[in-house]
């Protein structure tokens, strides 16, 4: 028999999502980028530096991450160190696309656990439409929930014992995974996660907006990784029913939010791209954080769009892109090794 299902919604190249509720996240974009979105299996041996494995936290709910560690020197030490900073990612998509494996993300955050000499979690996160929003946020925090009981010993880990130093964990995300940092801090302020301690949170290219579309979204121009249809066409999928983009989780300084004056938040560094969509929006949440006494730091890369730093394509073929990608990763360096 013949399938008869209608395409209700599509999100060019990346998602259909059919009249019984099916969503197909083939990707039919154009086939050169499509490596980027091939998953990368884990491999517990060192390739490049760093060994990675999958590791599912709730058999009930399916939660998973995956852990990225760093090779030692020879002497067994980094930095002569024998336990790492710990951080916890979660990946961007509008909350209704990619996943943790994926080539753009296993390329970044394997750099990163190299640069940084950190162990990396990553989460695999619900997706909407089929998980709406909470569901995203809601499953981030039980990944960082897992972390804290880990540190305490109610549950275990090898990797995760024998290199994270739980004195100093960091939260990191890309794109709408930068919503979530920015929840995750919020909620972690206020409860009891000894003896783990939160120390920052990274939030590049964070996908902060309001109903009311800025200058930026108007006037900037689109890029393949981001089209103000996408954006659209993802928060409609994502939402809640009957919200708008002005939902405490996409506007954390709007007034459905709470002020954010209330909330105990860690130092947080902002990356914004010149040349992003989302560029005023994240702009105005760090003026707002100004305001109210948290400290925040903002890096701007200049002449760059949405997420760059996944585009392996042009850090290969544009010496540009290759140096503030560089520049970026110095930054979040320097700021894991200052707090």
């Known amino acids: 028999m013949a399938s008869h299902k209608k395409i209700v919604e599509e999100v060019s190249g990346w998602l259909r999502v059919f009249d019984d509720g ?63 900073p710990l951080v916890l990612h979660f990946h961007g998509g509008g909350f209704s696309i990619s996943q943790a494996n994926w080539y753009m993300y296993y390329h970044f955050y394997a750099r990163l656990v190299r640069t940084t000499c950190a162990v990396c979690v990553s989460v695999y996160l619900p997706l909407a439409p089929e998980h709406k929003l909470p569901a995203a946020c809601d499953e981030a925090y039980a990944a960082f929930l897992w972390l804290s009981a880990v540190a305490r ?80 066409k993802f928060m409609s999928l994502a939402l809640p029913i009957g919200s708008t983009k002005d939902h405490p989780i996409t506007c954390p300084m709007g007034p459905l939010a709470p002020p954010l004056a209330t909330l105990k ?12 969509l989302l560029r005023d929006s994240e702009l105005e949440y760090c003026e707002a954080m100004k305001e109210a006494k948290k400290d925040v730091e903002v890096l701007i890369n200049h002449g760059m769009g949405h997420s760059f730093y996944f585009d392996k394509l042009a850090i290969d073929m544009d010496r540009k892109t290759a140096t503030q990608v560089d520049k970026l990763f110095e930054e979040i360096t320097n700021f894991i090794n200052k707090h």
């Open 22 to 84: 099916t969503v197909d996240r083939t990707w039919t974009g154009p086939p050169e980028a499509e490596f980027l979105m091939k998953p990368v299996p884990p491999h517990e041996e060192f390739i490049e530096g760093v060994a990675t494995r999958d590791v599912t936290i709730n058999p009930n709910t399916g939660l998973a991450v995956r852990i990225y560690i760093p090779e030692k020197n020879t002497d067994g030490q980094i930095n002569n160190k024998n336990k790492f």
């Open 153 to 232: 010993g109610d549950s275990s880990e090898s990797w995760l014992e024998t290199c994270s130093d739980f004195g100093q964990v960091f939260l990191i995300g890309d794109s709408t995974g930068g919503n979530l940092v920015h929840h995750i801090a919020a909620r972690a302020g206020s409860i009891d996660i000894q003896p783990m301690q939160l120390l920052g949170g990274i939030a590049l290219h964070p996908g902060f907006q309001r109903a009311e579309p800025s200058k930026s979204f108007l006037e900037m121009p689109e890029t393949p990784l981001l089209t103000r249809d996408m954006v659209n």
């Open 265 to 276: 938040l860690p130092p947080m560094l902002v990356v914004v791209a010149e040349n992003d």
